[in-house]
């Protein structure tokens, strides 16, 4: 039974910092492609992050310089630290998994085959 469950979640001033986690039941954990993505209300969800099974990182431009994908293939854990955050920050994220997705896909949400119940983020 696959299980994403993401934390970390919350309410923070602009400039602050926030850094979630996404605990994760999966077999094979480190073969996976980990993502995070973020969505509002009216908006399709955008690809904010990724690690792949190498390590190899990619950011959305929105993003780059401010947030950080890792992830630990020991405690089966992907974490976002995210700082300078601005209102536009706003939204829920979510975190996911692809099996070998094309590079140049890993912030699409249809490489993703299994996904979190998402963490509310909100910058005022």
């Known amino acids: 039974h696959v299980q994403l469950v993401e934390s970390g979640g919350g309410s923070v001033q602009t400039g602050g910092s926030l850094k979630l986690s996404c605990a994760a039941s999966?077999?094979?954990?480190?073969?996976?492609?980990m993502g995070w993505f973020r969505q509002t209300p009216g908006k399709e969800r955008e690809g904010v992050a990724a690690?792949?099974?190498?390590?190899?990182?990619t950011y959305a431009d929105s993003v780059k310089g401010r947030f950080t994908i890792s992830r630990d293939n020991v405690k089966n854990t992907l974490y976002l630290e995210m700082n300078s955050l601005k209102p536009e920050d706003t939204s829920m994220y979510y975190c996911?998994?692809?099996?070998?997705?094309?590079?140049?896909?890993?912030?699409?949400?249809?490489?993703?085959?299994?996904w979190g119940q998402g963490t509310q983020v909100t910058v005022s």
């Open positions: 999966l077999d094979s954990y480190s073969s996976y492609c």
């Open positions: 996911a998994a692809a099996l070998r997705p094309a590079y140049y896909k890993v912030l699409q949400r249809h490489e993703y085959k299994y």
């Open positions: 690690v792949d099974s190498n390590g190899q990182v």
